[in-house]
């Protein structure tokens, strides 16, 4: 079923081919195909989806088509949706929405339910008590695995990880894990504490970037979320993790284009929010290449009596902002990954000094070919600028693979040392060096 065909089946009526429809299909293709329906259809549509398949549903669509939803939908209904949804998807639904429909939902629902929403909106953004959800298999030291099962068949929770149960003791510290296939495996009354191992456990306050590399680290698929007193209070899985590694990445990539981040996609972005989000690294990077213009009216005239020089600007500003881009995209994406250290910095120096040289000189030697055999500018200006060229490369490299590093040192995201910010530094520095070898090797 598409879009068009939809459609066409709500403008006549055809409730009962769509509910057919839908029980054949997958929650997530659901989702994707009736959130881009008209909002007069939205909320109409919905309630043809099956009860027990309209909460996972629901969770699958974009926030603000969410938002939009429980707005249309009646306070019964909307309540049920909550109820029926993780406490961590929920929470994050919360977030966004304005606070009298957040207080209207939250009287709905159940007290256990408000509680839940309610500790976990208390936890600041991006850290792993504002993602962790409650609803995890949780055991009691010194029980069999016989009442262990008992305790899992008649929980009414839906958990959102079944492959580990936590054990804790009577104030909820948290002692270990237990693997759901060692309970499988061993005799009905082994005790849990037997058979029970150590975990790895997240801070509640820990950021969500560090939980991230965590899991990629050692190849979880859930860990426990404890308290400043290692109290057990919830559990991360592997699947708010890859939406970490996705928000994380396109926040670095926009960093990385000089863009202030926004959690909102392109296309659902306003035009006077885009133009917010780019205007000031827009005016900080045109100030700044003021410096450039400034460096060719100082040598203005050296220009004039080499006109020829001006020619080359371009070509050597542009490949010394290449090149410094290589490099810091390099290291940011090291730093990222948890590749490269501080203390790796004149490591790192060291093999770039060795790459641009082997850069540079290449460059250099196919640019005075050309310039000898084509441009026919004679030895001296060849000179020039092949000896610029090398130098320029050179500093771009330096420049790339230092500026992150130290950026990361001082407290500011890598990231924003990138592209646009290198090729800055980088016009001033090649000019400099420009006019410089025009000074030695041309007597101006």
């Given at each position: 079923m598409d879009l068009e065909t939809i459609t066409k089946l709500l403008d006549e009526k055809k409730f009962s081919e769509i509910k057919k429809e839908f029980q054949e299909m997958n929650e997530y293709d659901i989702a994707v195909l009736i959130q881009d329906l008209p909002e007069s259809h939205l909320a109409q549509t919905f309630r043809l989806i099956q009860k027990d398949k309209a909460s996972d549903v629901f969770s699958y669509m974009d926030e603000d088509v969410q938002r939009n939803l429980i707005s249309l939908l009646n306070t019964q209904e909307a309540t049920q949706i909550i109820e029926e949804m993780y406490s961590d998807d929920a929470a994050d639904l919360f977030e966004e929405m304005p606070a009298g429909m957040v207080s209207k939902l939250l009287r709905n629902v159940s007290k256990e339910t408000r509680r839940y929403i309610n500790v976990l909106l208390k936890y600041p953004e991006n850290s792993a008590g504002s993602l962790m959800a409650v609803e995890y298999i949780h055991l009691k030291k010194g029980i069999t695995i016989e009442e262990a099962f008992t305790k899992i068949r008649n929980a009414e929770d839906e958990f959102?990880?079944?492959?580990?149960?936590?054990?804790?003791?009577?104030?909820?510290?948290?002692?270990?894990?237990?693997?759901?296939?060692?309970?499988?495996?061993?005799?009905?009354?082994?005790?849990?504490?037997?058979?029970?191992?150590?975990?790895?456990?997240?801070?509640?306050?820990?950021?969500?970037?560090?939980?991230?590399?965590?899991?990629?680290?050692?190849d979880y698929s859930s860990l426990p979320v404890v308290d400043s007193e290692n109290r057990l209070v919830g559990i991360i899985t592997i699947d708010?993790?890859?939406?970490?590694?996705?928000e994380e990445a396109t926040e670095d990539i926009e960093k990385m284009a000089a863009i202030t981040p926004t959690d909102k996609p392109y296309i659902k972005t306003g035009i006077i929010e885009t133009w917010k989000k780019r205007i000031p690294w827009l005016l900080l990077l045109m100030i700044s290449a003021t410096f450039t213009g400034s460096i060719i009216t100082h040598f203005e005239e050296a220009l004039a009596a080499y006109v020829v020089l001006t020619a080359f600007i371009p070509m050597l500003m542009?490949?010394?902002?290449?090149?410094?881009?290589?490099?810091?995209?390099?290291?940011?994406?090291?730093?990222?990954?948890?590749?490269?250290?501080?203390?790796?910095?004149?490591?790192?120096?060291?093999?770039?000094?060795?790459?641009?040289?082997?850069?540079?000189?290449?460059?250099?030697?196919?640019?005075?070919?050309?310039?000898?055999?084509?441009?026919?500018?004679?030895?001296?200006?060849?000179?020039?600028?092949?000896?610029?060229?090398?130098?320029?490369?050179?500093?771009?490299?330096?420049?790339?693979?230092?500026?992150?590093?130290?950026?990361?040192?001082?407290?500011?995201?890598?990231?924003?040392?990138?592209?646009?910010?290198?090729?800055?530094?980088?016009?001033?520095?090649?000019?400099?060096?420009?006019?410089?070898?025009?000074?030695?090797?041309?007597?101006?």
């Open positions: 959102v990880s079944y492959d580990s149960c936590y054990v804790t003791d009577k104030e909820r510290h948290l002692l270990g894990y237990v693997e759901m296939k060692n309970l499988l495996t061993h005799p009905l009354d082994t005790l849990i504490d037997d058979i029970m191992e150590e975990s790895e456990t997240i801070n509640t306050l820990m950021d969500q970037e560090e939980v991230a590399n965590i899991f990629q680290d050692y708010d993790i890859i939406d970490i590694i996705e542009d490949t010394g902002g290449n090149a410094g881009s290589q490099a810091s995209v390099s290291i940011i994406r090291g730093l990222s990954l948890g590749e490269i250290e501080y203390t790796d910095i004149f490591k790192v120096i060291w093999k770039e000094i060795r790459v641009s040289f082997l850069c540079g000189v290449t460059l250099a030697v196919a640019n005075f070919a050309k310039l000898m055999l084509f441009d026919k500018v004679g030895v001296q200006i060849s000179l020039v600028v092949c000896g610029t060229l090398v130098m320029t490369v050179m500093v771009a490299k330096f420049i790339g693979c230092s500026l992150p590093i130290l950026a990361k040192k001082i407290g500011f995201d890598p990231a924003v040392m990138a592209s646009p910010f290198i090729t800055t530094i980088v016009d001033a520095c090649s000019l400099l060096i420009y006019f410089k070898f025009a000074s030695l090797l041309l007597g101006i």
